[in-house]
Antibody
């Protein structure tokens, strides 16, 4: 079964850090371009960033609001995608989804609040 | 920055046809994707590459494209189709962009 499972969300104080993980199964993870998308409470979907497959260079791109604070990485040996979030702001509060080729995880909730 | 524009809401009666539009300058050059999202659930892909329907998606869902506008059409709307719908495409650098979402209400 094709599946993405996010983990690592939680409550963090503004200025703090958090690392999210996304475990993939049921498809060839190493060939996939992986993205993170978030959804703030009551709001729409917002693209966070993407990492290409190593075959295609393994490069990353980020949305303007997170550039310089968030880092996407991957471990193809573990079929796992990561999102390192630093200098968190209250406006980063959202459900974070990993996605590729129409497959979405169930999301993990991040709350940045004092 | 590049934007995709959707109507905030669309309402139809059961059995009627719902059409949700998405406008953006790059749509003639970039593929569009449509997602359905029900409360508390992850998005589900219902249309990809403007007009293609993934396996498992009912045939009443279809997509079309004309110039700078793409349209999601749901024929014979059912109560279970009530949800938020988002279009998604990319700008010239490959950065994803989402429309603001359309709430479909089945009266």
């Amino acid at each position: 079964e094709v599946q993405l499972v996010e983990s690592g969300g939680g409550l963090v104080k503004p200025g703090g850090s958090l690392r999210l993980s996304c475990a993939a199964s049921g498809f060839t993870f190493s060939n996939a371009w992986m993205s993170w998308v978030r959804q703030a409470p009551g709001k729409g979907l917002e693209w966070v960033g993407r990492i290409k497959s190593k075959t295609d260079g393994g490069t990353t791109d980020y949305a303007a609001p997170v550039k310089g604070r968030f880092t996407i990485s991957r471990d193809d040996s573990k079929n796992t995608l990561y999102l390192q979030m630093n200098s968190l702001k209250t406006e980063d509060t959202a459900v974070y989804y990993c996605t590729t080729s129409g497959i979405w995880g169930q999301g993990t909730r991040v709350t940045a609040s004092s | 920055s590049y934007e995709l524009t959707q109507p905030p809401s669309v309402s139809v009666s059961p059995g009627q046809t719902a059409r949700i539009t998405c406008s953006g300058d790059a749509l003639p050059k970039q593929n569009a994707y449509w997602y359905q999202q029900k409360p508390g659930q992850a998005p589900v892909l219902v249309i990809y590459k403007d007009t293609e329907r993934p396996s498992g998606i009912p045939e009443r869902f279809s997509g079309s494209s004309s110039g700078t506008t793409v349209t999601l059409t749901i024929s014979g709307v059912q109560a279970e189709d009530e949800a938020d719908y988002y279009c998604q495409s990319a700008d010239s650098s490959g950065t994803w962009v989402f429309g603001g979402g359309t709430k479909l209400t089945v009266l």
